[in-house]
């Protein structure tokens, strides 16, 4: 049986030099030259490459101070006014130190918060684009705003007084709240929970400037050593020797559906010629919706799908993605893209209705299901990111397992939707053979087991992570 720990097995494979054309497979009119260990090349818009994708801007942004000095700032930031941070505060911060937004350094000025709300990119000083479709912003009250007056600095402390980070060179500006949402969400419905948990209640300023994060930031949760850094994970990719990094997201527990288009895409990649494509299962670990399933259990689950083999864990990296979750459909699954960038990931898997969620008020879906994957494929500063669209899985009951969807026999094919698995691991019955490990089902059923009704006979609420 495979373990987590045996996801970080070292790997040796030979050095490779080969020059052919291939056929794409994800765009079936391409035709693509690669010259593995050569630089880039772009040939009808498709980049392949050997090595790690370079960073946005070039250089990985890494906030967290050096040892020597953290005493040292721990000590400052005491004698600085203080911003107390919420949760969802605390998980950019994490973000930000590490380099995921980079070349962000620090919670947005006006012109980053501008450029990000009107273009979802950021130009830099030599006049180049990278992508940065949702604001990473900090919002103070108006009393914050007086007891901060000229100073150039702040102290942002955590819900428990402890120091986290100093905020240099600050800037405060006005909080567009209805503009924000408008363009974040591209509704102003009640009910999207982001914006319930952060903005509306929020303060109408906006406080920007230069971040030094005073330790990494831990949440003491167990699954720490889960969240690999940007550079941790580049360090890792090159330690396996991959000259392909694939990325898939996800905030729900993997089905065999979801592993047979992880296993395929790298069978598709080495077909093009790569000779080590390394997946990059990246579960979000920040704030999610109360009837998401939690990221410890999550965590879990992923874990049962490795032992049980219905993953490689020879070339499948696990680890935690920190941010929190918009639910901002096409807006968000550009952030969600770029900061697998700075990871080190030049593929990107994208599903139907990516970050996408329910109309909070009509019965509708908020997004078109296939705006994301366009969207990703036109993105500013994404050209260097290979955009992989979902083949579409559905439960083959000829077959009675998971497999890729044949539109001439519609009749053979049952579709779990995420409510559907739900709803059975709720009620404790059981999906059609085949569709998740057993391990993993199990798994889910205890969470919704664990959510004992009260003396009432009602289920408690859960709570949002």
Same mark, same amino acid.
């Given at each position: 049986?495979?373990?987590?720990?045996?996801?970080?097995?070292?790997?040796?494979?030979?050095?490779?030099?080969?020059?052919?054309?291939?056929?794409?497979?994800?765009?079936?009119?391409?035709?693509?030259?690669?010259?593995?260990?050569?630089?880039?090349?772009?040939?009808?818009?498709?980049?392949?490459?050997?090595?790690?994708?370079?960073?946005?801007?070039?250089?990985?942004?890494?906030?967290?101070?050096?040892?020597?000095?953290?005493?040292?700032?721990?000590?400052?930031?005491?004698?600085?006014?203080?911003?107390?941070?919420?949760?969802?505060?605390?998980?950019?911060?994490?973000?930000?130190?590490?380099?995921?937004?980079?070349?962000?350094?620090?919670?947005?000025?006006?012109?980053?918060?501008?450029?990000?709300?009107?273009?979802?990119?950021?130009?830099?000083?030599?006049?180049?684009?990278?992508?940065?479709?949702?604001?990473?912003?900090?919002?103070?009250?108006?009393?914050?705003?007086?007891?901060?007056?000229?100073?150039?600095?702040? &102290?942002?402390?955590?819900?428990?007084?402890?120091?986290?980070?100093?905020?240099?060179?600050?800037?405060?500006?006005?909080?567009?709240?209805?503009?924000?949402?408008?363009?974040?969400?591209?509704?102003?419905?009640?009910?999207?929970?982001?914006?319930?948990?952060?903005?509306?209640?929020?303060?109408?300023?906006?406080?920007?400037?230069?971040?030094?994060?005073?330790?990494?930031?831990?949440?003491?949760?167990?699954?720490?050593?889960?969240?690999?850094?940007?550079?941790?994970?580049?360090?890792?990719?090159?330690?396996?020797?991959?000259?392909?990094?694939?990325?898939?997201?996800?905030?729900?527990?993997?089905?065999?559906?979801?592993?047979?288009?992880?296993?395929?895409?790298?069978?598709?990649?080495?077909?093009?010629?790569?000779?080590?494509?390394?997946?990059?299962?990246?579960?979000?670990?920040?704030?999610?919706? &109360?009837?998401?399933?939690?990221?410890?259990?999550?965590?879990?689950?992923?874990?049962?799908?490795?032992?049980?083999?219905?993953?490689?864990?020879?070339?499948?990296?696990?680890?935690?993605?920190?941010?929190?979750?918009?639910?901002?459909?096409?807006?968000?699954?550009?952030?969600?893209?770029?900061?697998?960038?700075?990871?080190? &990931?030049?593929?990107?898997?994208?599903?139907?209705?990516?970050?996408?969620?329910?109309?909070?008020?009509?019965?509708?879906?908020?997004?078109?299901?296939?705006?994301?994957?366009?969207?990703?494929?036109?993105?500013?500063?994404?050209?260097?990111?290979?955009?992989?669209?979902?083949?579409?899985?559905?439960?083959?009951?000829?077959?009675?397992?998971?497999?890729?969807?044949?539109?001439?026999?519609?009749?053979?094919?049952?579709?779990?939707?995420?409510?559907?698995?739900?709803?059975?691991?709720?009620?404790?019955?059981?999906?059609?053979?085949?569709?998740?490990?057993?391990?993993?089902?199990?798994?889910?059923?205890?969470?919704?087991?664990?959510?004992?009704?009260?003396?009432?006979?009602?289920?408690?609420? &859960?709570?949002?992570?």
């Amino acid at each position: 049986m495979a373990s987590m720990a045996s996801l970080f097995t070292k790997i040796s494979f030979p050095s490779h030099s080969l020059s052919k054309t291939f056929d794409t497979h994800f765009s079936p009119s391409f035709k693509v030259n690669i010259s593995l260990g050569a630089k880039a090349r772009t040939h009808l818009g498709l980049r392949v490459s050997s090595g790690l994708i370079e960073p946005d801007g070039g250089k990985l942004v890494e906030l967290v101070v050096e040892d020597s000095r953290r005493d040292l700032k721990k000590g400052e930031a005491f004698s600085l006014p203080r911003i107390k941070l919420s949760r969802i505060d605390v998980e950019w911060v994490h973000v930000l130190s590490e380099g995921w937004a980079t070349p962000l350094r620090g919670f947005m000025r006006e012109t980053e918060f501008l450029q990000t709300l009107h273009f979802n990119s950021l130009r830099l000083d030599d006049g180049s684009v990278v992508n940065m479709s949702v604001p990473i912003v900090l919002a103070i009250d108006d009393d914050q705003k007086h007891r901060i007056g000229d100073s150039k600095k702040v &102290a942002l402390f955590d819900s428990q007084g402890n120091p986290v980070a100093i905020l240099n060179d600050i800037e405060i500006y006005k909080h567009p709240k209805e503009e924000r949402i408008a363009r974040t969400w591209g509704t102003t419905a009640s009910g999207l929970p982001y914006v319930e948990e952060t903005i509306t209640n929020a303060g109408n300023w906006l406080i920007g400037g230069d971040l030094e994060v005073i330790e990494p930031v831990k949440y003491h949760d167990g699954l720490d050593h889960f969240r690999l850094s940007p550079s941790e994970l580049r360090e890792e990719f090159t330690r396996r020797n991959a000259d392909a990094v694939f990325a898939f997201q996800l905030r729900n527990p993997v089905h065999n559906g979801h592993a047979l288009l992880m296993t395929d895409t790298r069978k598709r990649l080495l077909d093009m010629g790569y000779k080590n494509p390394v997946l990059l299962l990246h579960p979000l670990g920040g704030y999610t919706k &109360a009837d998401d399933v939690p990221l410890a259990w999550r965590m879990k689950q992923h874990e049962k799908v490795l032992e049980d083999g219905v993953l490689d864990p020879e070339t499948t990296v696990v680890s935690i993605f920190p941010s929190p979750m918009h639910y901002a459909g096409p807006t968000e699954v550009q952030w969600h893209a770029k900061a697998r960038i700075n990871a080190g &990931a030049n593929f990107y898997i994208v599903g139907r209705d990516p970050a996408g969620m329910s109309h909070p008020v009509e019965k509708r879906d908020l997004y078109d299901a296939d705006h994301g994957k366009k969207v990703l494929s036109m993105a500013p500063g994404l050209e260097r990111l290979n955009i992989l669209p979902f083949r579409v899985a559905a439960y083959d009951k000829t077959q009675g397992k998971m497999a890729f969807f044949d539109p001439s026999r519609p009749q053979d094919f049952l579709f779990i939707s995420g409510t559907k698995m739900r709803t059975l691991a709720r009620n404790k019955e059981s999906p059609p053979d085949g569709f998740m490990c057993p391990g993993g089902w199990k798994v889910l059923v205890d969470y919704y087991d664990s959510l004992v009704p009260s003396s009432n006979g009602k289920v408690p609420e &859960a709570v949002a992570a």
